[in-house]
């Protein structure tokens, strides 16, 4: 059974760091992608950032570029999701998920969508 | 950057056909997804690939696409489809993946 587990919730100050996790079970960790999703309160999806964990090729959607940085341990199956520096509007529920099979010699497919599992979700909160 | 637009609502009896509109100019290109969301929930698949439907998913719900429109179609709606739904695609250069703002379901 594929299955994505992340880390607990998380409140933090602005200005501290935080990195969270998501181990995933059940399936060929380096062979798929996995990407992140924040959704702030009462708002939509956004699609962050993905990694293949086979060779640690990471994508950053323009908005999130520079602003948080996305990892993977292939020997512990586990993906990261990491900040710097917070700021208040990092507040979100935080969701990880797994995306298609990747073919590393064919490079197909080339988008790497769609997201099958996903994870349980991270609430992170950031207040003074 | 590239947008996928969406409803923000849409209302249906119960028993109806509900349609829900996502457009990009990058979909005639691109596959669509569609996810739903239930309060407090992970989203969940609902259609890949424009209209092919994942295992587990109730056949009332289909997937179509024309030009830079792609439509979830849910057919006999029921109570429990009442939801957010969400259209996914990847964006023009084809590499990274973007979502649509997110239609409420409201069944009446």
């Known amino acids: 059974e594929v299955q994505l587990v992340q880390s607990g919730a998380e409140v933090k100050k602005p200005g501290e760091s935080l990195k969270i996790s998501c181990k995933g079970s059940?399936?060929?960790?380096?062979?798929?992608?996995i990407g992140w999703v924040r959704q702030m309160p009462g708002k939509g999806l956004e699609w962050m950032g993905i990694?293949?964990?086979?060779?640690?090729?990471?994508r950053y959607s323009p908005s999130f570029q520079g602003q948080v940085t996305i990892s993977a341990d292939k020997s512990i199956s586990t993906a990261y999701l990491q900040w710097s520096s917070l700021k208040a509007s990092d507040t979100a529920m935080y969701y990880c998920?797994?995306?298609?099979?990747?073919?590393?010699?064919?490079?197909?497919?080339?988008?790497?969508?769609?997201?099958?599992?996903w994870g349980q979700g991270t609430l992170v909160t950031v207040s003074s | 950057s590239y947008e996928l637009t969406q409803p923000p609502s849409v209302s249906v009896s119960p028993g109806q056909t509900a349609r829900i509109t996502c457009s990009g100019d990058?979909?005639?290109?691109?596959?669509a997804y569609w996810y739903q969301q239930k309060p407090g929930q992970a989203p969940v698949l609902v259609i890949y690939?424009?209209?092919e439907r994942p295992s587990g998913i109730p056949e009332r719900f289909s997937g179509s696409s024309s030009g830079t429109t792609v439509t979830l179609t849910i057919s006999g709606v029921q109570a429990e489809d009442e939801a957010d739904y969400y259209c996914?695609?990847?964006?023009?250069?084809?590499?990274?993946?973007?979502f649509g703002g997110g239609t409420k379901l409201t069944v009446l």
């Open positions: 998920a797994r995306g298609p099979y990747y073919d590393i010699l064919t490079g197909y497919p080339v988008a790497p969508l769609p997201f099958d599992y």
């Open positions: 059940g399936y060929s960790f380096t062979s798929y992608w």
């Open positions: 990694i293949y964990p086979g060779d640690s090729d990471t």
């Open positions: 990058a979909l005639p290109k691109q596959y």
């Open positions: 690939k424009d209209s």
């Open positions: 996914q695609s990847a964006d023009s250069s084809g590499t990274l993946g973007v």
